[in-house]
């Protein structure tokens, strides 16, 4: 075997050991309790509270999981109606850049009709940066409202640690039942 041919071999060994990291370990998971399935890059955990979300009070359900400082997460919660699920969604997205005192970079909204009215599904799309404990965040979320429900599909840390594939991965397999 040519010695060129060798080190080739070696070093497109060496770049797919590097391409699979073991760190993401990539899973299905099915809400038990809000109509959802998304990918997680670990096992996640979930919590629900009360929350206040402009005077709408609800129970949210946040499940994350966290790989190398940046946080996966999908939070859901049911409105009394489908105007005020998807009222919610400009709530929580403001909340969330609140509290990483953060600026837009880009943000996209839309509407679909799936068979029901049209204002019975809605979706906004932002990516910020901010600050979180002095250093420099980035935050990219999806933020859903389907009939009664909303979900915040969000990918949450530090800059230089959130990779657009890792992040796509995530957002992109997010489907609301």
Request: hydrophobic letters at 45%; charged letters at 20%.
């Amino acid at each position: 075997m040519p010695k060129q041919f060798l080190s080739v071999l070696i070093m497109a060994g060496s770049t797919l050991l590097a391409a699979c990291n073991p760190t993401y370990n990539w899973r299905d998971y099915s809400s038990p309790d809000a109509a959802y399935r998304v990918m997680f890059p670990a096992k996640p955990a979930s919590h629900t509270r009360p929350v206040d979300l402009n005077g709408m009070k609800v129970d949210m359900t946040m499940t994350a999981a966290e790989v190398e400082g940046v946080t996966f997460a999908v939070g859901t919660g049911t409105a009394p109606d489908p105007a005020r699920a998807q009222a919610a969604l400009g709530d929580m997205k403001t909340a969330l850049l609140r509290n990483l005192d953060a600026r837009v970079r880009r943000e996209s909204a839309a509407a679909a009709s799936t068979g029901q009215p049209a204002a019975a599904q809605a979706s906004i799309d932002v990516d910020a940066v901010g600050t979180a404990n002095g250093q420099p965040m980035l935050l990219r979320g999806h933020f859903v409202a389907k009939g009664n429900r909303f979900y915040q599909v969000i990918v949450m840390g530090r800059e230089k640690a959130v990779t657009a594939e890792q992040v796509d991965q995530f957002i992109s397999s997010f489907k609301p039942l």
